[in-house]
């Protein structure tokens, strides 16, 4: 078994050599997604709308993949600034709904192009 690469311009393209996305067996591993639309420019606005971008590009990567938000297992989510932790958690509830994949948050001192959120996904690919 051989890792297959994911790729779509319905997300950014990958800023540096990596892939959006891998595909090992049943199981993808996604880039971490910074809100940045498919012209590679960072989404206007703040915590709320680049974290709404960062969804958009995960959902597009996961949707090349054949799978979806139901399927995550595991989320990532790196911020800039802890003290917006609660409005990104509103938005990232409003994604997966009662779908609870396993998540760790963490803050960092920076983030690629000075981003404020960036989020990576693991997810299962055709297992129901």
């Known amino acids: 078994m051989k890792p297959v690469q994911i790729a779509t311009d319905k997300a950014p393209a990958a800023i540096g050599p990596y892939s959006q996305a891998v595909r090992f067996g049943n199981v993808l591993f996604t880039s971490g997604q910074i809100p ?24 597009a990567v996961l949707e090349a993949a054949g799978t979806n938000l139901s399927s ?8 800039k600034d ?28 920076r983030l690629p192009k000075d981003v404020l959120v960036e989020i990576e996904l693991t ?6």
């Open 72 to 79: 995550v297992l595991k989320a990532t989510v790196f911020l």
């Open 82 to 109: 802890m003290n917006q932790f609660a409005e990104v958690n509103e938005i990232y509830g409003s994604y997966f709904g009662n779908h609870k994949p396993a998540r760790s948050t963490v803050e960092v001192a």
């Open 123 to 128: 997810a299962a690919i055709g297992v129901e």
């Open 36 to 59: 940045l639309g498919v012209d590679g420019q960072i989404v206007a606005g703040g915590i709320k709308e680049q974290t709404h971008q960062v969804f958009q590009n995960l959902q």
